[in-house]
T-cell receptor, first 113, second 110 residues
Framework: SAVISQKPSRDICQRGTSLTIQCQVD?????MFWYRQQPGQSLTLIATANQGSEATYESGFVIDKFPISRPNLTFSTLTVSNMSPEDSSIYLCSGWARNYGYTFGSGTRLTVV | DAKTTQPPSMDCAEGRAANLPCNHS???????VYWYRQIHSQGPQYIIH???NNETNEMASLIITEDRKSSTLILPHATLRDTAVYYC???????????FGAGTILRVKS
């Protein structure tokens, strides 16, 4: 299966600032997804990252708050903008390819103070 | 994507088989059943998936009922390291988004 390197693994940020999370895949994936996991909760899909076009956001998530880039088939970023303590969560990326299905990054644990 | 329901938690004795049920009564004909697990908030780990036939790999077995409305994940000899949250997901196979439910917390006890 593909391996996804996700950075940073954790960060502590001041409210009002922004953090960009990167996911690098060791092989091409057709689809990439971004999830949020709040403390003690399941994973919630934020958006599907589309190569070369705007991401497709799920209900409750907007581009101004969570801008996403996907310049090629192996890389994507998620920015958490104008952070507040409510944004403290684990953020995960995922990739899908026909050859090996879905794989996940190890997550970014974000704490906003 | 079909909604799935799972029991919130289960206990299993170490060395015994763990049988985790999942209900997916609204699954459509082209949707697969996927199982993932998550240990200590790490990224979800793929376990197994299937369409309508029973499946087995080195980690687990998946039993899908004939009407496809439910399935059971079987860990044949559970160990303490199998303690995790297990998620059952029904989705199309070609890159559809995975929608996670609440999952089942499996506690393997010595």
């Amino acid at each position: 299966s593909a391996v996804i390197s996700q950075k940073p693994s954790r960060d502590i940020c001041q409210r009002g600032t922004s953090l960009t999370i990167q996911c690098q895949v060791d092989s091409q994936v057709t689809m990439m997804f971004w999830y949020r996991q709040q403390p003690g909760q399941s994973l919630t899909l934020i958006a599907t990252a589309n190569q070369g076009s705007e991401a497709t956001y799920e209900s409750g998530f907007v581009i101004d708050k969570f801008p996403i880039s996907r310049p090629n088939l192996t890389f994507s970023t998620l920015t958490v903008s104008n952070m507040s303590p409510e944004d403290s969560s684990i953020y995960l990326c995922s990739g899908w390819a026909r050859n090996y299905g879905y794989t996940f990054g190890s997550g970014t644990r974000l704490t906003v103070v | 994507d079909a909604k799935t329901t799972q029991p919130p938690s289960m206990d299993c004795a170490e060395g015994r088989a763990a049988n985790l049920p999942c209900n997916h009564s609204t699954i459509s004909g082209n949707e697969y059943v996927y199982w993932y697990r998550q240990i200590h908030s790490q990224g979800p780990q793929y376990i197994i998936h299937g369409l309508k036939n029973n499946e087995t790999n080195e980690m687990a077995s998946l039993i899908i009922t004939e009407d496809r409305k439910s399935s059971t994940l079987i860990l044949p000899h559970a160990t303490l390291r199998d303690t995790a949250v297990y998620y059952c997901i029904a989705t199309g196979i070609y890159g559809n988004k995975l929608v996670f439910g609440a999952g089942t917390i499996l506690r393997v006890k010595s």
